[in-house]
Structures are given as structure tokens and as C-alpha cells.
């Protein structure tokens, strides 16, 4: 008799510390918004339906920046002229054309575009982004 009444006593004891335990426990719940975040690194999202519920299509080139915005995402230089770049998301080398712009130059530390006649240069940043001239 006394083994049961020590088993039950044991039993509450446990119950009252996880209790314990589970009330002063830090909220350490997470919102779905938080988890299910997606980085589209600018193109398009492939959960976001492209026909809207009235069958219209929505148009991509406006939700993401147009074809007309380049980010330059790193560079590998070689001295011997085969260089790439990641831009957009593109591994690109020179005279290859990108978003309505032509690479003319790829230098170590930053990328040489013409577009529409103006030449304009993507630097990178060891911190992580990138300047533009």
C-alpha cells in the first residue's frame, strides 16, 4: 500500500515540476510569416500565382524591378581574360548582355556595363553589396 501511495506522489511531483517548468519557459513560438519567408533575390516568387483569380496575368517585370536593374553578386577574375561575374543571379563574362545591358569589362574589384549608350560600373563592396558609378 505504501509503494502505491509513493508511486502516486512521485507521479504528482513529476506532473507539478514539468508544469513548473512549461510555465515560466521563455515564448520561444514562432510565427509561419517567420518561417516561411522567401528571398527572391529579385525574380520572381514561384508560390505567387502568375494568372490572378479573374485569369488575368499579372505582370512579373513590375513585382520584381524590371529588366532594367542589375545587381552585381561577386566576380571571378582571371588575369587571362576569362573572367565571370554573378549579376542577377547570371554568371556573365564580357560582351554577354544582361537586363538590356552589355558587360564590356570585368576587373577584379568591379564590372563595366554599357546600356542605352551610357557606361556606368558595378564595384563591389567586401562588406556586401555593391556601389554603383
Do not use: H, W
Not at 519567408?37 to 479573374?54: A, G, L, Q, W
Amino acid at each position: 500500500m505504501m509503494n502505491i501511495f509513493y508511486k502516486v506522489i512521485l507521479s504528482v511531483f513529476v506532473i507539478f515540476c514539468n508544469l513548473i517548468i512549461a510555465i515560466s519557459a521563455p515564448d520561444t513560438s514562432v510565427t509561419i510569416d517567420e518561417l516561411a519567408k522567401y528571398d527572391s533575390m529579385r525574380k520572381r516568387d514561384p508560390f505567387v500565382p502568375v494568372i490572378t483569380n479573374e485569369g488575368v496575368i499579372t505582370n512579373i517585370k513590375d513585382e520584381i524591378g524590371g529588366d532594367s536593374t542589375l545587381m552585381l553578386e561577386g566576380i571571378m577574375y582571371d588575369d587571362k581574360g576569362q573572367s565571370l561575374a554573378i549579376v542577377n543571379g547570371e554568371v556573365v563574362r564580357k560582351d554577354d548582355m544582361i537586363a538590356d545591358a552589355k558587360v564590356l569589362e570585368i576587373k577584379k574589384e568591379s564590372v563595366v556595363f554599357i546600356k542605352n549608350g551610357e557606361i556606368f560600373v558595378l564595384e563591389s563592396n567586401p562588406e556586401g553589396g555593391v556601389n554603383e558609378k
